[in-house]
């Protein structure tokens, strides 16, 4: 399935942790010496991400569409000047305006494509309620993205062995702040019924799917709210794959109600200006890191 390997920063020297293996991983794990600090620097998110992603798409699509507009009267013939043809020219524009204001590369195919399936839509006569019903469905589906600033991240079969890895060996209880479909949930308790697992998620149509693909694991639950008022204390770990937006204030709610010696794991971002402890390499498609916090040492 892959290898997952560890990078430590100099300050962390755990025991027996070299070669450490990975369950339902089929190669020897590798333990890197390179700083955590430096490596992170390579292949983190930045800073610059954290703007509020729905007003960045809506500069972009309004630049888009100002820039078509200007591009079609100053070039181009009326006789070109056709409904998709002016779409198309607007999801260009609007692609270049996202790129300049360093939107995620996943939002740059949806301002190619926005105003173009608009105008195909609009020529297919689709009844109104279909309209309310796909934004229904997407509102359920991401909820408030906009003012969370936390798009559903989905964390992948390789990531999932990776974060049972790093579990205590003994029984402990696991948060998973903004569990999703509550796959990784599914994986860790089915693995691991010795545990305890608590997840949290906001939005109603995930948290509804992973209460139902739970339900029978008398291990997990699956819990609906704002996982910023719950306390952490208690939990041996704490997961969470977010965004970079909300990564300085995770930290200081982990520092101030985390019990000593407890982990927070963080999926591929981290904590500004704070080195992890540990680095989980996780050779899957996206690179995927885990970032480890506070917790005294990794299972040997």
Same mark, same amino acid.
């Not at 195919?109 to 839509?121: K, Q, R, S, T």
């Given at each position: ?16 942790? #070299? ?32 703007? #509020?992603?729905?007003?960045?798409? =809506? ?47 996943? @939002? ?22 279909? @309209? ?65 697992? =608590? ?102």
């Amino acid at each position: 399935m892959g290898t997952v390997s560890v990078a430590m920063s100099p300050a962390y020297k755990p025991r027996a942790l #070299n070669r450490k293996r990975v369950p339902g991983m089929s190669k020897q794990d590798d333990v890197s010496t390179e700083p955590a600090a430096r490596r992170r620097e390579k292949r983190q998110p930045h800073s610059h991400h954290t703007r #509020n992603p729905l007003l960045s798409a =809506v500069l972009a699509q309004l630049l888009g569409a100002l820039a078509a507009g200007g591009l079609a009267l100053a070039f181009f013939p009326p006789s070109f000047v056709q409904p998709l043809a002016i779409a198309a020219l607007q999801g260009s524009c609007a692609l270049v305006a996202a790129w300049r204001l360093r939107a995620r590369a996943w @939002w740059l195919p949806i301002h190619l494509v926005f105003m173009p399936l608009v105008v195909l839509a609009r020529g297919m006569d689709l009844p109104s309620w279909l @309209w309310a019903s796909g934004f229904l469905l997407l509102l359920l589906i991401f909820w408030r993205t906009d003012t969370s600033q936390v798009p559903l991240y989905l964390t992948n079969r390789k990531s999932r062995y990776a974060v049972l890895s790093v579990l205590p060996a003994t029984p402990c209880r696991v948060i998973d702040l903004g569990c999703g479909d509550g796959a990784l949930l599914r994986h860790l308790a089915r693995s691991r019924p010795d545990c305890t697992f =608590v997840g949290f998620e906001h939005a109603p149509l995930t948290w509804a799917w992973a209460r139902l693909s739970t339900h029978g694991l008398a291990n997990v639950d699956i819990r609906r709210g704002d996982f910023w008022t719950h306390p952490l204390a208690g939990y041996d770990l704490v997961y969470a794959f977010l965004s970079p937006a909300p990564m300085a204030r995770l930290w200081a709610k982990a520092r101030a109600e985390m019990s000593p010696g407890a982990r927070l794991v963080s999926n591929s971002f981290v904590v500004p200006e704070q080195a992890p402890l540990a680095v989980v390499d996780v050779d899957d498609k996206r690179r995927t890191r885990l970032n480890i916090y506070i917790g005294a040492s990794l299972p040997g």
